[in-house]
């Protein structure tokens, strides 16, 4: 049988979560202006870095992925310890360039590279990791588990609101919203993670009060009579997660509802008390 790696990056939030330490994460860097730079999680958390931004919302940090050199740092590492082949799951390659570098890279090295668009970010692609690791360690090939990914991918869905769009618009992250950038600023709409994998709006709200009852209708409206699991990523949102949970027991009862922080190179394009509600059918 093949020794088969899983590595993903961190925009999954695995940190957040109970997960096997042999799955690999491929670090995000979160950076303030020219010279202050962190390795996401490892030298800055989330709770950390949404004090931070939230005491002053001017310093918007930009972020990118893993250098190319440390990757291949991490590619010959695996090689080192006797992996043939690695299966490597992204965020959305409409929000990342990683996907592509990765594709890139895999004439590069020794190892046989499978690089998988999750075309979403969060607990939706680190649910996609999980399994990926479980059914390997089942002894299943990457071949077994691309199409059980896909069907994953395509039966998932997220609504989130954030409190404010000033970080998805510095950041170049928010497609489909009309208006000048005063009147976007304004608005708390509704937005979701579409089948390309990009950030659209679907309805546009003026509260995040309404913001947060939309996506509960939309969540509650999609999922009614169906096996879904069910969760929530938020950006140090405390205070609304109690509410989700609560509400979403309301109505279902019997459904685990798994709550998660959005990692730091994540929240620098939500902002702070930005909120999703998804679900993956099962």
């Known amino acids: 049988m093949k020794k088969i790696a899983v590595l993903t990056c961190s ?33 800055m958390d989330a709770k950390t870095f949404y004090e931070r931004i939230t005491k002053d919302p001017n ?10 050199g440390r990757m291949l740092e991490i590619f010959e590492e695996l090689e080192a310890e006797g992996y043939e ?7 959305s390659s409409k929000l ?9 890279l895999a004439t590069e090295v020794k190892i046989k590279l499978h690089v998988f668009d999750s075309k979403t970010l969060a607990y939706g692609e680190a649910y996609m990791v999980l399994e990926a ?5 089942q002894g299943q090939s990457v071949e077994e588990i691309l199409p059980i990914l896909e069907k994953i991918r395509d039966n998932h869905r997220v609504y989130f609101a954030v409190d404010t769009l000033l970080y998805l618009v510095k950041n170049g992250r928010l497609s489909k919203l009309q208006g000048t950038l005063g009147t976007m600023l304004q608005m708390k709409p509704m937005l979701t993670i579409d089948e390309e994998g990009k950030v659209t709006t679907l309805e546009k709200i003026r509260t ?9 209708e939309k969540y509650i409206e999609d999922t009614q009579g169906l096996n879904v699991l069910t969760y929530i990523s ?10 989700f949970v609560s509400e979403i027991k309301k109505v279902f009862p019997e459904r685990e509802v798994i709550v998660a922080y959005l990692t730091p190179v994540v929240g620098a394009h939500t902002g702070p ?5 998804g679900y993956i059918k099962l």
Do not use: C, Q
């Not at 310093?59 to 190319?68: A, E, M």
């Not at 690791?133 to 360690?137: A, D, E």
């Not at 995040?208 to 509960?216: G, M, N, S, Y």
């Not at 008390?273 to 509600?277: E, T």
């Open 11 to 43: 925009n999954a939030g695995l940190d957040y979560l109970e997960y096997p330490k042999d799955i690999k994460i491929l670090r995000s860097v979160i950076h303030f202006g020219a010279d202050e730079t962190y390795d996401d999680f490892v030298e």
């Open 59 to 68: 310093d918007i940090p930009k972020t990118s992925y893993v250098s190319i």
């Open 208 to 216: 995040i009060h309404k913001a947060h009852h939309r996506v509960l």
């Open 234 to 243: 938020h950006a140090h949102a405390d205070e609304y997660v109690g509410w």
């Open 133 to 137: 690791h479980r059914l390997i360690s």
């Open 273 to 277: 008390k930005a909120l999703g509600v």
């Open 85 to 91: 082949e690695a299966l490597i799951i992204t965020i």
């Open 96 to 104: 990342s360039g990683l996907y592509e570098a990765i594709r890139k």
